[in-house]
DNA sequence: TATGAATGAGCATTCATTCAT
DNA sequence: AATGAATGAATGCTCATTCAT
């Protein structure tokens, strides 16, 4: 086997765990973990049902292994639309804004969704997934807080206790989205998304800035 | 059978269709729907399986009337939680915090995060619970923004989307609980939740009252 | 329900446990522990699948309860044939005939070679099985030991070891038996079984009588 | 390809097709035929599962095979303990007792005992193992009744029917072993076997010697 | 009405066997 | 010749649901 071909293969390989963590997901996320079936992955998939236990073992390492995919790739999305709090420029308003809207258009996709619902529904029965970084909720508040106490520093917000504000910040954000979705319901046009944002936006800054929010 | 007696027997038949709802919700809470088996239920209600089947039909029927159940009680007290806004007195935060602490406490309660998780997890294949008033978030957002309304009216806040501003301050009472919970994990003591209540009260009105908010 | 009636019900329930237990025996003595499948023991049974396992809990336990069943049946009718040695009359050659050919009956019947056939087979896997009394060919030994000692009391007999004089009584009528037909195949004709009977009690009787055993 | 690298290959050959056969008796042995899995015998021989299907072609091939070659081998050993009869020598009683204890050392060595037990297993799923020389066990009595008749010739034994004799020496030998060995279970001293054959040849002589055994 | 018993359907998992390399 | 990967076929077991009592 030449080096070109051996590569092509664990490229193969790998392509083929990948495949099927993606329909892994994308079923568990229609059926649920348990009204799931093996069968239907290794179809969504294109492969073999053994395939399936070739390369992932367990119906429950399954789910671990493409949750935890799932959740790395929100996660580092997340992260990035906080780069822009960083250097705000001049316009704080904005780039709350813009990072606001950002987080929303993650919060709302079909994927976060999904991962949300599964978190919810068997988190209990799959504890160690809850305790991964990128799962557990308090990173992204954490490094939210991150950027807000480094505005504060520099003057541009009045804060005590950042990590609160943080989890404010987001709760005014995703907050009104689930509400509107009611259980894992209802889409939500960018629209609102946009409107959502603006309004936590607003009710954010006016509490941690020392002029008054200003008028709509 | 004596008009007594056929009360009674009736009686008797409500109580055991009560039993039955009260052990599946917490059956369905333990295990979610598809890992709950119906003999369990039935065994945490002391009846045989057919029983079960006599007073509720169907497995999906047994968990439709026992998640109706449940959440009629836990909107039922969300609701009288909000009484304390209609005529505030003279401390509108007070109020405000009064009302935030015991919505957080019925979110925080065991019975409401069960049906929460279940609603996640089931919601898409129940779609005709979400409709449920009851269910539905939106109504006690609905009811709140009432109140809010009313204390706009009469002067005590200043805003122009009473919906916004409630689906606001439940997002800054449940956000940061939800957050800090992780998917359905740590519990939460009451002292945290107060704290979370206040300075969600914070916030809400130094975003909705002409006066910035008092610092803590 | 009447007494009668709970009496026929209960007799129905131990019939049909009767009925799967001996289908599991016929259809592991026919396929061995590992390929024989429920559910061929099962339509044996003329029952359903489920119903086998709610009897009888568990493919193991179903070898288990099926093998000691057979077990106790067959060590019973052994039992049996040295009832002719307690007293044995004038006869003795008569006497140790008899009981040799009855228990070559028994140990040449298919229910006796199949079960053999499985305790070599899977004893190593139920090791539970081979302590029990009606298993351990070391049972029937000691009976036929205990009456070849009172045969020694009376003077009928010469012998100092009952343990092994029993043991060889056994090994020359089964030895033999085992030797021709090869590993579990070939059947054999009554007379055939009695001509082995006679010559070992002949052997027996020359090293046990009259004429003085060997001292050791 | 030089005659010596093609001698060196094939060589390698066979000797990979002997580890092969090596693991297969002793996973057969250890774990039976349909539980013990090729996976599991390819893995003892240090070779990937292809291989052992490239030398064996199938698992009901690869179980026969070895099957044959642990015979084969018992076997030899086994007729090789008989040489001892053909020139007894003045002491006939202390030659047929060295046979007697070589045959119990064989009889009692795990790899005889596994042969046995996969015998008895399957031979029914195997009819042509059955036939083979070195499996039948009338090969070894006929072989004995070989011995046994020169003996008669010679006057040293009194009999009229060798096979019989044949059969029931080795009865006297290996019944009690197995009878106390319960069904592959009890491993055995050779002290203890030592005594069986010393109690067998007392009785085969008192049988088969006009006078009496001789005293020791 | 309440229940012990029975069943049909379904699912996770394993394994002998075969390709492609 | 040897192997990693893939698959079709089976099998043990569970469970919602229905009868018969």
Chains 1, 2, 3, 4 share one sequence.
Do not use: W
């Amino acid at each position: 086997m030449t080096a070109a071909s051996a590569h092509a293969a664990s490229r193969g390989r790998i392509d083929k765990r990948h495949a099927i963590l993606d329909a892994a997901i994308t079923v568990f996320a229609r059926q649920g973990y348990a009204q799931a079936c093996v069968k239907e992955i290794a179809a969504e998939a294109s492969v073999a049902k053994p395939t399936v236990y070739n390369h992932l073992t367990d119906k429950a390492n399954l789910f671990r292994q493409a949750v935890e995919a799932a959740a790395d790739a929100l996660h580092a999305e997340n992260l990035a639309a906080l780069d822009g709090l960083t250097r705000p420029g001049d316009d704080l308003r904005a780039a709350l804004e813009d990072t606001g809207r950002r987080l929303l258009r993650h919060h709302c996709s079909e994927r976060s969704t999904a991962l949300r619902r599964l978190l919810h529904a068997e988190g209990t029965r799959f504890p160690d997934l809850l305790g991964l970084p990128s799962v557990d909720p308090r990173t992204l508040a954490t490094a939210l807080a991150d950027r807000l106490a480094r505005l504060c520093v520099t003057g541009r917000l009045r804060l005590t206790d950042p990590d609160r504000a943080a989890e404010q910040f987001l709760a005014l954000l995703t907050g009104p989205v689930d509400l509107r979705s009611g259980y894992a319901g209802r889409s939500m046009t960018t629209g609102e998304q946009d409107g959502i944002a603006r309004a936590a936006v607003d009710v954010f800054l006016s509490a941690y800035t020392g002029s008054p929010a200003p008028p709509e």
